[in-house]
């Protein structure tokens, strides 16, 4: 899949891909919100340059189709797109397309030499699967996937999200209601916790910042 690419460097890579709901019931305020917590992270990432040269970002948007409209980049590589919203949910094809996504880059790193970081899967929603959507088959992917340490998965549950369907997909850690439309908080916790990440060593135990300012749950 990125046959032919050179690394920009060699530094350790901490990949994130962002699977993010644009389905029509997040027109307007929802969207809104979100893009502009989408470029306060990309601003707050460029201002750390460990973070700049360590984390690539990726982006897979779901609504009635699933599809990468970024592909894995460093983020002074890129312009953080606009999001526009349209038709259903097809969030298990965007999830799959994500972890496909991820194993492709970790096999183009060893390829080239390059260590990483365990990758992290984004997904937000304010919604649920369509009706065909295998669930099921998901969830028992994703909890292989979580097991074997192949990435980190975290999902964020936007006003009006399943909260049961959302925890069948990932349950460990579960899923997080995000209070009203705090997108910026919650990407500004997600920039300070990639920074950390990306300043760590190998077996360090590392202590993220608290969540409280973002979500509904009291930590």
Known sequence: MFEGQSPDNY????????????????????????NRGLQ???KEVLTDFVASQRLEVSMVTFGSTAQCIQEPTLVNNFQMPTLFTN???????G?????????????????????????MIILITDGEPDAEQ??????????????????MFYSLGVRGYNHQKLTQICSTPPPLPLDGYKFSEFF???SNSISIITKST??????????????????
Request: with cysteine.
């Open 95 to 119: 999830v799959r397309l994500a972890m496909n996504l991820i194993e492709n880059r970790k096999k183009w790193y060893k390829e080239t030499g390059q260590n990483y970081f365990r990758p």
């Open 134 to 151: 295998d669930v099921n088959g998901l969830s028992n992917e994703v909890s292989s996937a979580i097991g074997s340490k192949k990435f």
């Open 40 to 42: 306060d992270f990309h």
């Open 202 to 219: 190998e077996g360090e135990t590392l202590s993220l910042p608290p969540i409280s300012d973002w979500t509904q749950i009291q930590m």
């Open 87 to 93: 038709g259903s949910t097809k969030l298990v094809d």
């Open 11 to 34: 530094e350790q890579k901490c990949l994130c891909v962002l699977v993010v709901d644009i389905s029509g019931s997040m027109a307007g305020e929802p969207i809104n919100q979100l």
């Open 188 to 190: 500004s916790w997600l």
